[in-house]
């Protein structure tokens, strides 16, 4: 029974066999086995232990792995947002691994990418690193626009590396956050109408103007007073606040009839917004 290190024979059992590093990455190794002081052959000499001469090793390959792991969230107007591409064991020789970012936040129009290596950032593309590399972070910069998007998703997922590693976490994914709040858009009373010649307002508001689509609201009329008797809408329940602007007017004509009529209401209620936005108001 034998227990050694580096062809160092003591007494006990094999447990492990550290081979010198001219095997390194070697597919194969042979071990022969020599009696240690000569006893069992003749005297000086180091002969072959025969019957376990000639032994095949088969290298237990280490399993390599570059892995993408999500870091901390993004949110507009300015905190970036990180993901680490990991190597396991750190690389010994340069190493590429391709890359995707995906997600419902658009790359380059909601957020720019750097890589800590300097790699060149792109939609997809491929990641080299030097040797001796454990980790690479990805920082994802927010683009802080004026689109009201709430949160979206960015996904960074990774593919065909080279080197020996093979895919562990192969995406991993974090939120973008925006910071741009839908207006509201709310109706007041503006100028009462009067007989003969009064005609009557009402101001339609955005709590911030138009964006680049003009905002269309309808709306209905109510109240004691009768449409198209008492008073017309030559907007037909319809209103525009155009681009740039916070509020319009809806003015409503009175009709001078000859009825004696005490005073009469008109109510108007705000039904739907429509715009290119319209699904972002409220
Ligand atoms: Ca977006
Ligand atoms: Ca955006
Ligand atoms: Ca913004
Ligand atoms: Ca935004």
Known sequence: MLNFTNNVATSGSIT????????????????????????????????????????????????????VAAGT???????????????????????????????SA????????????????????????????SSITVTITPVDDGDIEGTENISLGLSAPTAGYAL???????????????????VAAGVNAAEPATNGTFTVSLSSPAPPAEVTVTYTLAGTATLNSD?????????????????????LNVIDDPAPESPETITITLNTVSSRLSHQYS
């Open 106 to 133: 658009t790359f380059g129009t909601d957020y720019t990418v750097a890589f800590s290596n300097g790699n060149t950032p792109s939609e997809t593309g491929t990641l080299t690193v030097a040797a001796g590399t």
């Open 16 to 67: 492990s066999v550290s081979l010198p590093a001219a095997f390194n990455n070697a597919a194969t190794a042979r071990l022969r086995f020599y009696y240690h002081n000569g006893t069992g052959g003749a005297a000086g000499s180091r002969p072959k232990i025969s019957s376990i001469d000639n032994l095949n090793v088969t290298a237990n390959p280490t399993s390599s792995t570059v892995s």
């Open 73 to 103: 969230n993004a949110a507009e107007p300015s905190t970036n947002g990180t993901f680490t591409v990991n190597f396991s064991p750190a690389t010994t020789t340069s190493t590429d691994v391709n890359f995707a970012f995906t997600g």
């Open 231 to 251: 008073y017309s809408d030559p907007q037909g329940g319809t209103v525009t606040i155009t681009t740039g602007n916070s509020s319009a007017t809806v003015t």
């Open 168 to 186: 562990g976490s192969a995406s991993a994914s974090i939120s973008l956050a925006d910071n741009d709040v839908a207006p509201t858009v709310s």
